[in-house]
């Protein structure tokens, strides 16, 4: 699987929930593993606030990130339609405090993904399977969430307010991509009885009754309800046989549970990863939604940990090596000086093992660093290479007529010295099927347990001239 980003930026302008002011968020196109930003564009600087969990400081009517001094406000629908959509990297621009709330649901950044169009990266997509129960309780809250171990990813929310109108809703997912069907436009609720105390709080002054599910949970007289008609700039409004204001024509009878559903899409976003599991929530909020993906986070840093330590390659030098210097030399043309691989541990069809031992007479150290030897970066890139070019070179019956040449570079790092006793143990792992000829690999190199440097490598295999 591929990571994904947006064809081209998009915009989208409307009112904040909570400041009714007028802003536009601007969708732009990402590089593989940005995942999503935030940026102010009408701060100085221009900060940035990742989209995680570490950087939420509200949940009061809608999640709050915050990072040094700048905050977005209401992001979980945005985030709902962008994780449902498959989509990796992109950074939200916005010249305001608040995501636009819209008609309260992801429908329009559905709509505008569509416009922008999504395409494939070259990056590889990792999705983490939840290998353990994780578990969030607030009994005063009355919240419950549940994470359990699943092939894929899906959702059940159980909505129950303890009211006549709002009781025992239930919502499920079994897959994303039933959202845009089945999820996106279901919008944001709120009681009757919230709504002149969150006017108190100076709260909701971009709310309407066009973005909102209005459910009356107290009994009002004409009166009041003129009175919050003309509040809202309606002609007038009243209750249906359902409960709900006829301010909007409910799309299913439990929207809000469906809606409860979309808002813990978008916080469960905020773990920063794409998973496969099954998520059960009894009375969901931006509060619980947001305290079991820290939770989540945490497990998936923990895994991702393990996976990291497990594929460090590991040098037994009692064990008799897959391939020689003798048999590599069948493989490669690079002859002294210019051999820089001494052994194969492994070789798969997607992975190669090598192993290049570090000595202090090594040619090179005459002139690079003579009373302070250190290997040049360039070779251990040219070690990674020859290393990689045995994995290429293994695809064909007689590798001896074949020559490999190296078309890219990506993505280096170099992370610690290598010097004279150290041993290079490098592991190159194709990243895509090769094709017309050409790999694509991830090239790491590691003393000990030490990752010392690293890069994306293009290669294209050619039939020799003898």
């Known amino acids: ?97 608040e995501i636009p709330i819209l008609d309260g649901s992801s429908k329009y950044f559905i709509e505008a993904y569509h416009k922008a169009g999504i395409i494939e990266q070259d990056a590889e997509l990792i999705v983490y399977d939840i290998n353990e129960n994780i578990a969030f309780n607030d009994d005063e809250r009355d919240i419950e969430i549940r994470i359990f171990p699943d092939k894929n990813y899906n959702l059940k929310v159980l909505v129950d307010y303890k009211s006549d109108l709002l009781s025992n809703q239930f919502a499920f997912l079994n897959n994303l991509k039933d959202f845009s069907t089945e999820i996106a436009a279901c919008r944001t609720f709120v009681f009757l009885s919230e709504l002149e105390p969150l006017l108190r709080l100076n709260l909701i002054k971009g709310g309407d009754l066009d973005n909102a599910i209005v459910i009356v949970d107290k009994e009002s007289t004409q009166e009041e309800f003129d009175r919050l008609a003309k509040l809202f700039g309606k002609p007038s409004v009243e209750v249906q046989h359902s409960g709900v204001l006829n301010n909007l024509k409910l799309f299913y009878p439990n929207e809000p549970a469906r809606h409860k559903l979309l808002d813990l899409i978008g916080d469960l976003a905020l773990c920063g990863f794409r998973f496969n599991a099954s998520v059960i929530a009894r009375r969901p909020g931006h509060y619980g939604n947001t305290e079991i993906a820290k939770l989540l986070r945490q497990h998936i840093l923990s895994q991702k940990e393990k996976l990291k330590k497990a594929s460090i390659p590991v040098y037994n030098p009692d064990e008799t090596p897959l391939m020689d210097v003798n048999k590599i030399k069948t493989f490669l043309p690079h002859r002294f000086p210019f051999l820089f691989v001494d052994k194969i541990l492994k070789l798969t069809d997607k992975e190669v093992v090598g192993v290049k031992t570090i000595t202090n007479d090594e040619y090179y150290f005459q002139g690079h660093f003579p009373n302070e030897p250190v290997m040049p970066g360039v070779l251990q890139i040219e070690a990674m290479a020859q290393t990689g070019g045995i994995l290429v070179l293994n695809t064909v019956p007689d590798p001896e007529n074949y020559l490999t040449f190296f078309l890219k570079i990506d993505n280096v790092k170099f992370r610690k010295k290598v010097v004279p006793g150290d041993i290079l143990v490098m592991k190159l792992t194709l990243l895509e099927p090769i094709r017309r000829g050409i790999a694509h690999m991830k090239g790491e190199s590691y003393v000990g347990t030490e990752l010392v440097s690293e890069a994306e490598m293009y290669a294209q295999i050619v039939k020799s001239k003898e």
């Open 1 to 97: 699987m591929r990571q994904k980003t947006i064809e081209k930026e998009v915009k989208l302008t409307g009112q904040g929930l909570h400041n009714g002011k007028y802003n536009t968020l601007t969708i732009k196109p990402a590089k593989p593993n940005t995942g999503y930003v935030f940026v102010r564009t009408d701060l100085e600087n221009k900060p940035e606030i990742p989209a995680l969990c570490d950087y939420v400081t509200e949940t009061s009517r809608g999640t709050t990130i915050s990072k040094n001094g700048a905050s977005v406000n209401t992001i979980e629908h945005l985030l709902a339609a962008t994780y449902a959509l498959g989509i990796d990297n992109v950074i939200f621009e916005t010249d305001g405090p």
